[in-house]
């Protein structure tokens, strides 16, 4: 028997580099960013070590050290919360206010926007809360409608309902069309899990949950074919990109939805997945090292899109 000699094929790093199937790129990067009102304000977010929250001025000032990203998510930091978080969609507010600044400034970065309501809820749901630990699915459709046309209103290219509320992406899309804004592109979190991998997030966004949990809403980590339902169902509804979060554990989910669907696909490396490396790190090559390892596995299972932490850090590396 002829011996196959694939360690030819490792022998030297450039023939590495020359064969290497999955490759990171800068438009598979997307930056997300925690925004606040006020001026000249860079808190650091204790348990996301390098990540910030950025008042509008600071922000604008971050991204023009970004050479090569083209697009950014936007989560805002309420000034005030009440039950059925009525600041995510104002006019005035702190997103809605940083879209309108970016686009000023910044005209060719794709703006991509959160549309959600835990970040403004005084309970810290991702709806309208009907009863007790009952989340009112419509009454959060009409809500979800509404910050996204704000949004979109302000300039945003793209919305990205992450509420994993039934129908959310078509309420999202009427509305939208119904008002002008037919080119905002929607990008949904289709296949959001209920995971633990969260808890750094809801810190930096002041969004834990005050009674219950988010599993009646969010996915049962237990299930792939329902995923791959819930995907389906976003693009029957007219989602352009779809979303697998978290990132790490639901390699195989992306996977499938690759192999499944012609569209986008997007996948987060979530929180719980940053924190992790910083603090599992020695020094600040050996976390690089890990996070380009961590990123490429979910180029290589074939999200087309990477909403991390590390994006800056990762245009460095491939670049």
């Known amino acids: 028997m002829q011996i196959v000699k694939l360690r030819e094929q490792r022998k030297t790093q450039e023939i590495r580099d020359k064969v290497a199937e999955a490759r990171l790129k800068p438009r598979d990067l997307i930056l997300p960013y925690f925004v606040v009102g006020g001026e000249n304000k860079r808190d650091p977010i204790k348990s996301m070590p390098g990540i910030f929250h950025l008042s509008i001025d600071n922000l604008l000032k971050d991204l023009e050290t970004l050479q090569g990203l083209e697009r950014i998510l936007l989560f805002g930091i309420a000034g005030a919360k009440d039950e059925i978080g009525s600041e995510s969609f104002r006019e005035d507010s702190i997103v809605q206010k940083a879209v309108r600044a970016i686009k000023k400034n910044f005209k060719d970065l794709i703006v ?16 309208i809360v009907k009863d007790r630990e009952i989340i009112d699915n419509d009454a959060t459709l009409e809500v979800l409608a509404k910050i996204a046309l704000s949004h979109a209103a302000s300039g945003a290219d793209i919305v990205a309902p992450s509420a994993m509320m039934d129908g959310q992406v078509a309420a999202i899309r009427e509305v939208l069309d119904s008002n002008g804004f037919n080119k905002v592109r929607i990008l949904g979190y289709s296949a959001k899990y209920a995971s633990g991998f969260y808890g750094p997030f809801r810190e930096a966004l002041d969004s834990t949950p005050q009674f219950g949990d988010r599993k009646t809403y969010q996915m049962d980590y237990r299930n792939s074919d329902e995923a791959l339902k819930e995907i389906a169902q976003d693009i029957k509804e007219g989602a352009d990109i779809v979303m697998v979060k978290p990132a790490l554990s639901y390699l195989d989910i992306i996977a499938k939805a690759k ?57 460095e590396w491939i670049q």
């Open 112 to 127: 991509i926007t959160d549309v959600c309501l835990c970040g403004y809820t005084s309970h810290g749901h991702c709806g």
């Open 259 to 315: 192999l499944t669907f012609n569209i986008p696909i997007a996948a987060y490396s979530v929180s719980g997945e940053y924190a992790m490396i910083k603090e599992y790190s020695k020094s600040k090559k050996e976390e690089d090292q890990l996070a380009l390892e961590v990123l490429t596995s979910i180029k290589r299972a074939g999200a087309d899109f990477i909403i991390t932490y590390w994006a800056k850090e990762a245009l």
